[in-house]
């Protein structure tokens, strides 16, 4: 072999083995440089070195992995993400919502983590946006105006919202509660003192549902007892609608649905079935508490939530139209279905409180500066001999999927559907 | 090879046609009923119950029942009886041809002769634990034993045709809430339950409720009033969808009929339904203010 020929081979090989090297020295997938997943990236995004002197660092970012979650080349999602923004977080953290959870939060399971972490960093421990319940309330809130004003302080809310609650799901309890009630409660009520039975009526409430007499969250009533107490349980007679403490089955009530209520709301009862259409589940076994709550409630009416959420619970399909409605009902939007409903009968369809569908929503809306389109009693409906021209014969109050709740896509098809002679 | 191209191509159509749901029943509309044998416009009518020559509305909103004759020459209005004061909802026939309402607003069940006239209220005798009882719904089946849907009590009361005591079957747990029920001609009970979208059966001799079908609210928004056709298919009233759902024997959803409008072939929040042993199909177009039939052609 000629001396040339060897050098070409000792540079061939030498060739080789810098580039195996440099491919083994190589990071990640994408086969980077050494310090192109991370180290790299800052030298052009400048900002972050405030962000590398927050007290929390995500730890990818701080070991100089913008790359384990950010692809540098192209991606198909926002942010340069290197997967779908609402799982890419569980590729390391698989075990947010252990299996078997009874409750999940809403943004953990839309996947929405960055509402209360910082993916790169933060000042506070976890790299939560926010501290404590200042970031909880930004989304629950109701819940912290109500507990700022409360004239009633539970200590842990004071706390954090922790003391109680697990952030992501919980495999004890609803309402992401560490564990169920009553043992929860427990952990720091002592029942075995005498006050404690006293303030109870002897009644073995360490067998109960603390929440449904207290609000955990405060209130302005004595006791913690939610802010509208049943008018029983503030006189402490306990036993006008259950057994006796000393019973065998001591929470058993005297009579069942509406039977027991209607010894003390008689006339509202009877009223109503004076009617001729009842709301059912009022006459059904559970009764009035399909909607009330017999003890204490922070909703006006001892409603067992909000008006909204109690109506929905059965009528999942009505509010649903309304979330798809591109128009909003303004009393549904704001949770007063009975603005235009009476919740327990009525003479009229749909329990409307107005017998007419015109004054009915002419007590918000003044329908003839909108329109002078004929409507009432007297205008028979084109479509239908047997109806009259009214709101519904247009729009439907509880939304459609075009806009003002019209039954059709656009005002003219809407219009020829009795102005038959204008159909194209 | 092209004529085995050819039959590969047609068998995979065929199993795809096949494979595919579908809706067995057409249903062709055959009339529709608006006014009383006075000439007064129905108003907001809720029940309907029907036999082969002749049917009953329960004309809500006027506060009376109607009587109709089904012959070749169409529905005729015959006879008016009027319910002054009461708000008649759900309208059922015996063999016999008496007439059996449920009052909405009495939540009582009265019994009237063919001609309008009535004989008394049903009262369950011989009960064998809570003394109140609240129909929300009722059937009779062949032999005039009737069948409350008591919510109160959570149990379909079965009473004989004096009214006395049979059998009581509990609700099953964990339900939402029942607003119908229905008896197939083999004698098995269907409950709706129109909240969670569910239907339940109880066999004929059975003790208790099994889901015969769940998840129904993907395909419907609040189903209130079940019927049961020849061939076994379940008849749903949609009356906030204002259609029809329809429903096999083996629970299988299979399809849904008619959609929101008011002419006629649509519906506008519908309650009851009911039909005939000629499946004649016969629906309370409550919003509409009318009653349509139609003939189910099964295929």
Known sequence: MKLREIIVVILLVCFTLCLSSSMV????????????????????????????????????????????????????????MDGDVDSICYKCHDSVVAEGSVSVHQVVAEGSCVACHDPHSSDNPSNLVRAGGELCFECHQKLGEKIASNKYGHSPVKKSCMQCHTPHASTKSVGLLKSEEPGLCLGCHKIKSAGFKKAHMNYPVEQARCSSCHDPHGSNSGALLADNVHEPLKKEMCNQCHNEPTSAEPFAVKKDGFELCQGCHYETINEAFAKNRLHWPMVDKIGCINCHTPHASSEPGLLRDSMLDVCGSCHTDTMARQ??????????????????????????????????????????????????HPIGDEVIDPRNQNLSLDCLSCHRTHGTE?????????????CVQCHTKYRR | MRIIFIQITVVFMLGLFLASPSVAAKIKHQGSVYLDSAGLSLKHPEGVACADEFFIVADTGNSQLVRYTLSTQGLIPVAVYPLPGSSPIIAQLSAKGDIFVLDGKARAIFKMSQEGEVFDKVEPKGLPDSKTFIPRSFRLDKVGNL????????????????????RHLNFPENYGSFSDLEISDQGSI????????????????????????????????????????SSGVLYLSDQYGSGLALVGRDGSFQGRKFGMGWEEGQLYYPSQLCINEQDTLFIADRSNSRVQVFNILNE
């Not at chain 1, 590398?52 to 979650?69: D, N, V, Y």
């Not at chain 1, 369809?349 to 909108?370: N, P």
């Not at chain 1, 075009?402 to 809407?414: E, I, M, N, T």
């Not at chain 2, 409350?148 to 006395?164: C, P, Q, T, Y």
């Open chain 2, 190 to 229: 269907y409950l709706l339950d129109g909240v969670a979208g569910e239907i339940y059966v109880s066999s004929s001799g059975s003790a208790d409720f099994q889901l015969l079908s769940s998840d129904l609210k993907e395909h419907m928004n609040f189903p209130t009033s079940l019927a049961i056709d």
């Open chain 1, 323 to 372: 979330e798809r409605s591109q128009t909003k009902h303004k009393p549904i939007s704001d949770g007063e279905c009975t603005a235009c409903h009476s919740p327990h009968a009525s003479n009229n369809l749909f329990l409307q409180k107005e017998a007419s569908i015109v004054a009915s929503c002419g007590q918000c809306h003044d329908w003839q500066t909108h329109s002078t």
């Open chain 1, 25 to 80: 020295l190589a990071e990640g997938k994408f086969k980077l440089k050494p310090g192109a997943s991370g180290k790299l990236c800052l030298s052009c995004h400048t900002a972050f070195s405030a962000k590398m002197k927050a007290k929390h660092i995500h730890t990818p970012l701080a070991k100089g992995e913008c790359s384990g979650c950010h692809n540098p080349h192209a991606s198909n999602h926002e942010m340069m």
């Open chain 2, 147 to 166: 069948y409350l849907l008591d919510i109160f009590a959570e149990r379909v009361l079965v009473l004989d045709s004096s009214g006395k005591y049979v």
């Open chain 1, 402 to 414: 075009y806009k003002q709740f019209l039954y059709f896509a656009d005002v003219q098809s809407l």
